[in-house]
């Protein structure tokens, strides 16, 4: 069951030919969790179309701000001139927002994500509902879809839908090939750390964690040790794996979920329009790797509304980079870029949740 709580703080803004209206929403969970976030509704009676927006890794205000840009306050200015309302929420222990969000794992903000919905669908102007997620927030709308019939329709964004693991590994390669330092060094920190990824996917939840991360790391430098005063006689060792730090991380609940997660029995449950955008530059979630995974799987499972796109020059954010490296996102302009809201846009109104016009026009019924 899920408790609201309160709607409270209207207020009109007007966008050039449309107005809008940002109200301030309150609900709960079963778990007790507080939320708190902004319901932004088109001007009008309605029913209007809703989205809940679902958040990636790390603690996030309802705005999805990360490095300075507010993906999720772009999309829902940009939704509502399209007569979408949209509702997005602080993550738990952020904002309005109480909770642990160090405790929770995917799975946690996938019935998150639901709760937002179910509270949406109290709402008297609101008629469907959709899914917007980004990064682990793909992975949760992914799980979210699968479970309710109250959704109508999912869209990710830069979204995780393949293996955890290999995901991972893609990832990992990816930081190591864009690190300030030598090939030498490049190949010795990859085989470290694909091998405690492997060990951490071995023995997740399994209480003997701890002690073979440590076996598999002593091993590991026993034998890099000895290569490295082979290949480098008389020169100083500065490659360090930090091994304290990643035991800390290996052993949370959410890393030991998230290592292990598999999207395929997911994704055969969905039979809703989906939509899935990932910018080719990506380096945290491979973009090849999950929208071939996405298209596979949903396709095989007898869904025929299915649309993948990579867009070519953006990077993890959805923003057009230049070295598109983790280190440059605060730097870059913008908090999303134009051709991938238009790729979202034009797929929901050829789907008829929105109108067709920026300003004005009779909704799609």
């Not at 091993?219 to 091994?243: E, I």
């Amino acid at each position: 069951m899920i408790r609201i709580l309160a709607l409270v703080l209207s207020l009109a803004v007007f966008t050039g030919a449309r107005a809008q209206r940002s109200v301030e929403a309150r609900f709960q969970n079963k778990d007790t969790i507080h939320f708190a976030g902004t319901l932004t509704l088109p001007d009008g009676q309605g029913p209007f179309t809703a989205v809940v927006f679902v958040s990636g890794t790390g603690q996030q205000d309802r705005d999805g701000t990360m490095a300075g840009h507010k993906m999720f306050k772009y999309l829902a200015d940009s939704l509502v001139r399209i007569g979408i309302a949209s509702l997005r929420v602080d993550d738990r222990g952020v904002g309005g927002t109480n909770g642990n969000y160090a405790e929770a794992t995917t799975c946690d903000f996938a019935q998150d994500a639901l709760a937002a919905v179910r509270f949406l669908k109290t709402q008297p102007h609101i008629g469907k509902v959709g899914l917007i997620g980004h990064s682990e927030g793909g992975a949760a709308v992914i799980m979210a879809a699968a479970e309710s019939r109250e959704v109508a329709f999912v869209v990710t964004l830069a979204g995780l839908a393949s293996r955890a693991i290999e995901s991972l590994k893609e990832q990992n390669r990816n930081l190591i090939q864009l690190a300030p330092i030598s090939n030498y060094d490049k190949k010795r920190h990859e085989t470290i750390t694909l091998r405690m990824l492997d060990t951490a996917y071995r023995y997740a939840g399994d209480s003997l964690l701890e002690s073979r991360l440590r076996a598999t790391h002593a091993a590991w430098k026993q034998a890099d040790d000895s290569a490295f005063l082979a290949d480098n006689p008389g020169k100083y060792d500065h490659l360090r794996f930090f091994l304290e730090s990643y035991i800390h991380t290996a052993k949370g609940r959410w890393y030991q979920y998230q290592i292990r997660w598999e999207p395929d029995s997911f994704l055969r449950q969905i039979q809703v329009p989906f939509l899935a955008l990932n910018g080719d530059k990506d380096i945290m979630v491979p973009a090849a790797l999950n929208l071939s995974n996405i298209k596979r799987v949903l396709t095989a499972a007898g869904n025929k509304d299915v649309t993948t796109v990579a867009l070519p020059g953006l990077n993890h954010l959805l923003l057009r980079c230049e070295k598109c490296t983790n280190e440059e996102l605060p730097k870059l302009k913008g908090d999303f870029d134009e051709t991938a809201w238009l790729a979202i846009k034009n797929w929901l109104i050829r789907h008829q949740y929105g109108i067709g016009h920026l300003t004005g026009g009779s909704r799609i019924e």
